[in-house]
């Protein structure tokens, strides 16, 4: 556990940061708004033949020009938050395997950090793209045990990646719901609220897989128990333009891996100008125009404000 970083003493911090920083605004009052958008079809694959005309955005319902658009791979900086809470003993052997299919998909450009949540919530020392790294640090420095503060564990992530530029993912696999009031976490735990409203505007992708549970010994825990995924992370996807995926036979868990570093490594990224300086948060709506074609991007983000003088 060396190389570990125990956050939990930096919940306060964090928690102050997170208030400030839903009270700040963009520094000027034009503003080149980034959206990333992943479009698939009807069966669920990938379409990465679109250009720019292809698509179109409003905000607040009002059609913007599209100023900025790329299909190139573009570099993601990812932090992998795994839940080693107490359910997820029986699962962690298939855990351990199928998230080396994510590190491996890891592009020159790419950079990640891994860690988990539970009695503690943990995060490895740096960023980094050393692939031995990354899975050395998954069989050997994330040990299960206790409850699920998920938002907390999400909040944190979003930290570390807080001075990153470009898109910044937080990609969280949990079995359970958060438990956070029953997490002795020596200071205050977040909520879905806080970790949405901030994602909003700071502009982080949530990415989460939900899984079932299997104890100790192995045994199946199946839907309508008590640790059925928490319904929160969907919503939590969805307004980021993330993507949420839903198992119920771990041995899927590693194509679900590959299936997240594909979609990261073939979104469009669109921009337009913000029209509007009023420091207000603003709706955004991604359509396509070719038929069948199914776009997911950030919901919301939050406009400049005013400069005075």
């Known amino acids: 556990m060396r190389r570990l970083g125990i956050v939990a003493s930096v919940m306060a911090a964090a928690a102050v940061a997170l208030e400030a920083q839903q009270g700040t605004v963009f520094r000027s009052a034009t503003q080149t708004v980034p959206v990333y958008v992943t479009v698939t079809d009807e069966g669920g694959h990938l379409v990465t033949d679109l250009a720019r005309e292809d698509f179109e955005v409003d905000d607040n319902g009002r059609r913007q020009p599209i100023t900025q658009f790329s299909s190139a791979i573009q570099p993601i900086s990812i932090v992998m938050m795994l839940d080693m809470s107490g359910s997820m003993t029986g699962n962690l052997p298939t855990l351990r395997q199928a998230a080396v299919q994510m590190f491996t998909r890891l592009l020159p450009e790419d950079q990640a950090r891994i860690g988990s949540f539970g009695d503690r919530i943990t995060l490895s020392e740096r960023f980094t793209n050393d692939q031995n790294e990354l899975i050395r640090a998954l069989w050997t420095e994330l040990t299960p045990g206790g409850g699920t503060p998920l938002w907390s564990a999400i909040n944190i992530a979003m930290t570390a990646l807080g001075h990153l530029e470009g898109r910044r993912v937080v990609l969280v696999l949990t079995d359970g719901k958060d438990t956070s009031e029953?997490?002795?976490?020596?200071?205050?735990?977040?909520?879905?609220?806080?970790?949405?409203?901030?994602?909003?505007?700071?502009?982080?992708?949530?990415?989460?897989?939900?899984?079932?549970?299997?104890g100790a010994t192995g045994a199946h825990v199946g839907r309508g128990s008590l640790d059925e995924p928490d319904p929160g992370l969907r919503d939590l996807a969805a307004e980021t333009g993330g993507g949420y995926f839903e198992l119920h036979e771990?041995?899927?868990?590693?194509p679900i891996f590959a299936r997240v570093a594909d979609e990261l490594h073939r979104q469009y990224l669109l921009g337009f100008i913000a029209p509007d300086a009023d420091g207000k948060l603003h709706q955004i709506t991604v359509t396509v125009k070719r038929g069948g074609a199914i776009p997911r991007a950030r919901r919301s983000y939050l406009a400049p404000h005013r400069v005075e003088g």
């Open 250 to 254: 771990a041995d899927a868990l590693g």
């Open 182 to 214: 029953f997490w002795a976490s020596g200071g205050r735990s977040s909520t879905l609220p806080e970790v949405i409203r901030r994602a909003q505007v700071e502009e982080y992708l949530l990415y989460a897989i939900g899984m079932a549970s299997r």
